[in-house]
């Protein structure tokens, strides 16, 4: 499918691994029509990773930043969302390094009614601090990639309505999908599968999940949990809510950041 795409990442105060993940995106065969760097409280050095990116990439790159306050990060993805300018929107996280098929992959299997969940390949610490440390990303070995595979996985293995494959660093989804069931839960304020929740509230609105292998390759770059609140139980229990009672829209999402079905023109993209 040919449609625009908004590439959406997540960051949080890891700047060389947010240099990784642009220069990746610069790689690509296909490019996003625009960039959208989700900023839930980095410092100094993200902007300055931002702006170079700004100027290198041909295509607009938007810093969206709050204050960090906590474990924020659903706000800055609702914001995200609000901001963007285009109907297919490709959800990374600021520390994985895409393969350069990535978005030309993701519009391959774009199809209204369903939602695209792919898969990552986990880098170990020490590949890891290489590649941060020379601040180049080099050759990573890219696994099998077979569009046949990827149709058989779907039809085979997997229900349409499971989500347990979803995973926020490689997810792709329409905006308007998004936008009817108000984004991003903002209660949540700690790690845990509010990724899933999202998309479940996706399914109970009769989108369908596609869970991607085979295409669309990232390579997640090793790290800990340091300064970010976890509370795993209590996500998953509102997951569990969300699938048991067919709950279709969260109380505080993306209806407070001005999002419509489609732009008036006015410009909600200001940092």
């Not at 969302?81 to 929107?89: D, V």
């Not at 229900?159 to 347990?164: A, F, K, M």
Request: charged residues 25%; proline residues 5%.
């Amino acid at each position: 499918m040919t449609v625009p795409v908004t590439l959406l990442m997540s960051t949080y105060q890891w700047p060389e691994a947010l240099g990784l993940c642009l220069q990746s995106v610069a790689a690509q065969t296909v490019m996003p029509a625009e960039v959208i760097v989700a900023d839930d409280g980095s410092g100094e050095p993200t902007r300055q990773v931002v702006e170079r990116f700004r100027r290198e990439l041909p295509v607009p790159v938007v810093h969206l930043w709050q204050p960090n306050e906590g474990f924020r990060p659903n706000i800055m993805r609702n914001r995200a969302i609000a901001a963007a300018r285009h109907p297919y929107i490709v959800q990374i996280d600021g520390d994985v390094i895409l393969d350069r098929l990535f978005v030309a992959d993701h519009l391959a299997f774009a199809r209204k009614g369903r939602f695209v969940a792919g898969r990552r390949v986990m880098l170990p610490r020490d590949v890891t601090d290489q590649l941060c440390a020379s601040g180049r990303v080099e050759r990573l070995r890219t696994p099998l990639r077979s569009r046949l595979l990827a149709s058989a996985y779907q039809l085979v293995c997997w229900s349409g309505t499971n989500v347990e494959g979803v995973r926020g660093c490689n997810l792709a989804y329409w905006r308007e999908d998004a936008i009817r069931v108000n984004g991003w839960d903002e209660t949540v304020t700690s790690k845990g599968p509010s990724d899933k929740e999202f998309c479940a509230r996706m399914v109970n609105t009769g989108v369908r999940a596609f869970n991607l292998r085979y295409h669309a390759h990232q390579f997640h770059l090793a790290h800990g949990e340091a300064g970010r609140r976890i509370n795993t139980p209590v996500v998953r229990a509102l997951l569990e809510r969300t699938i048991a009672t067919g709950k279709q829209t969260c109380e505080v999402g993306i209806a407070q950041h001005g999002a419509a079905g489609e732009h008036d023109g006015a410009d909600l993209r200001a940092t």
